[in-house]
């Protein structure tokens, strides 16, 4: 007989730093709804700064975990350990690296593995740990810019790119960022700006006319597949750019399954990813893979029901999953 998940409360450490509005926005396309989403399941849906999280290890073999001042144990509590990196959290990523951490040698249920959450939140990483694949990932190079940056030191690492060239940080997401090039003293102008805030890039191939197919996935099985393409001249398919994009039902495209299961292999135990494909109508790219990557809502009401879906679908792996790792404990 399976085992019964006790868990009461789902948390994610999130350091949250936005302005009003995008909280409020954040609010309506994702939380409100995740948080309606995890009251069905009898879940308690909540959100943390890394330094609300407060150990007692003056006992090794007792340590007691405290969040916002009350106590929770690995039988009751599962956190969400994304590490997030975007400009304005990024003095809390050593704060997020080290609780992870913390949390995974105190034995709590980590569905986003520390290990595998720090390679995904790198785009070069990323490229690194799924280039075994039968889909490559896009050509990518790594620069860590900095007050030596403009010293040139990266052009041979470059050697084999050709312009016009799609620049972005390493670590940031929903297409902030983004700058295509056209030669080399625009690339050496971006780099410069990404220096003054010691921010890494990745360098990549322009694929002109792109079309994106973003695949949920829960438990190596594809739940839903969002397709999204290019308006005018933007740098991505995301809104946030320019972009466009439309839910549906579509069965995954043939040519993208294997890719699918390998990347599912690569990222075990990971219940839940996204994984990102761009093509230009000739060839397939692996793209971007994201282990928090969130089904948004608002869009229309059939698009919502997809997304709730998805969003059922993780969170009942993640119930699934802890009951299997706290039976393994004991």
Known sequence: MAEQSTVRRLCWIYPERGT????????????????????????????????????????????????RGER?????TVFVTMLYAL????????????????????GFHLPVPPHLGYVVADKAAT????????????????????????TGHYDAALAGLQYPLLVKPANWAMGLG???????????????????????????PYVRDPRETRVYVVD?????????????????VNRSVGGRRSWAYTELPERLRGAVEHVARKLHPAPYFTVDFLSDGER???????LDGAAGF????????????????????YLAGHAAARGAAR
């Open 178 to 204: 983004i700058s295509v090039v056209a030669n080399v003293h625009d690339l050496r102008g971006v780099i410069a700006l990404a220096g003054g805030a010691e921010t890494a890039l990745v360098v990549q």
């Open 127 to 150: 490229a690194l740990h799924l280039a075994d694949g039968p889909l490559p990932p896009l050509p990518t190079v790594r620069i860590a810019t900095g007050r030596d940056a403009m």
């Open 87 to 106: 400009p304005h959290q990024m003095q809390d990523v050593a704060n997020q690296l080290f609780l992870f951490t913390v949390l995974d040698r105190l």
């Open 284 to 290: 397939d790219w692996l793209s971007e893979v994201e």
């Open 220 to 236: 190596g099985e594809p739940r839903a597949v969002v397709q999204g393409w290019k308006e005018g001249y933007c740098g991505m």
């Open 20 to 67: 009003a509005w995008q909280r409020a926005y954040e609010d309506r396309a994702v939380w409100d709804a995740y948080r309606a989403l995890a009251k069905e399941l009898s879940l308690e849906l909540s959100l943390h700064h890394p330094e609300e999280v407060a150990v007692d290890a003056s006992d090794p073999a007792r340590p007691r975990v405290y969040l």
């Open 72 to 76: 929770v144990t690995p039988d009751d």
């Open 298 to 317: 608002g869009l229309d009401e059939a698009s919502d029901r997809i997304a709730a879906d998805v969003v059922r679908a993780r969170f009942r792996s």
